[in-house]
């Protein structure tokens, strides 16, 4: 095989494996994302019966005096801590 000949088929054997390969990529992408979509599909059991969507609520909340923010008590590993906040 002539040496020209020869870069050619493996300049097209390169971009025929990245195609493939891609193409393979884009595949398992797309069925991993539908299989997470049906696991985490929003119903509305899911907000109304299993409160799956339901914010935290804040811990007691109290305002400074002089009203230039609040305090908050927080867990945080396992220790309390005030927090302030303005």
Do not use: N
Not at 6 to 29: D, E
Not at 44 to 69: C, V
């Amino acid at each position: 095989m002539p040496r020209g000949t020869r870069r050619i088929f493996l300049k097209l054997a390169v971009v025929s494996l990245t195609l493939v390969l891609g193409a393979c990529a884009q595949q398992a992408s797309r069925e991993q994302a539908g299989s997470l979509e049906a696991d985490h599909m929003l119903t509305l059991d899911a907000i109304f019966k299993e409160y799956a969507y339901d914010p935290e609520e804040p811990g007691q909340i109290r305002w400074l005096e002089d009203g230039s923010g609040y305090t908050t008590l927080d867990t945080v590993s396992e220790f309390r801590d005030v927090v302030l906040t303005s």
